[in-house]
């Protein structure tokens, strides 16, 4: 009978938090103030027609909407993105992604191996196109 690799798993049931990656690649104080994020509140979603792991979603910043292509298919469904406050880059550069334009950034924080992933919300509703400082 061959014998099983020895686990990593501690005994407790939880593993070994991973080490956060350093800081790297620092920017100065003007080069930040550069970023224009927003509160932008999500109107519509659906799956991109052409990509496995994009949904589209329609944002309202509060002067405008816009369309934004956001790599979490998967792990959202467009049903739990409606009506969800994001944090935005409003100021990055309309981008083509997979036939479809995208408008925008949203935020999000994750595991590296996207095991745990969340997007980046406010801890209350506002107004949509509010500015994050």
């Known amino acids: 009978m061959a014998s099983e690799p020895e686990s ?8 070994e938090p991973k080490a956060a990656e350093p800081v790297s ?4 104080f003007e080069d930040f103030t550069k970023v224009d994020l927003r509160v932008g509140k999500v109107i519509e979603a659906y799956d991109h027609p052409n990509a496995d ?14 369309q934004i292509c956001a790599g979490v298919k998967g792990l959202y469904t467009p049903e739990e993105l409606l009506g969800r406050n994001l944090i935005i880059v409003a100021n990055l550069a309309p981008r083509m992604m997979r036939g479809i334009e995208s408008q925008g950034m949203m935020l999000a924080a994750g595991s590296e191996d996207r ?4 997007t980046l919300t406010t801890s209350e509703d506002i107004e949509p196109g509010s500015i994050v400082s």
Do not use: A, C, M, W
């Open 115 to 118: 095991s745990r992933f969340v």
């Open 8 to 15: 990593t798993t501690p005994k407790s049931g939880t593993t």
């Open 25 to 28: 690649n620092t920017i100065n």
């Open 53 to 66: 792991k994009l949904l589209v979603l329609k944002v309202d910043l509060g002067s405008e909407q816009r």
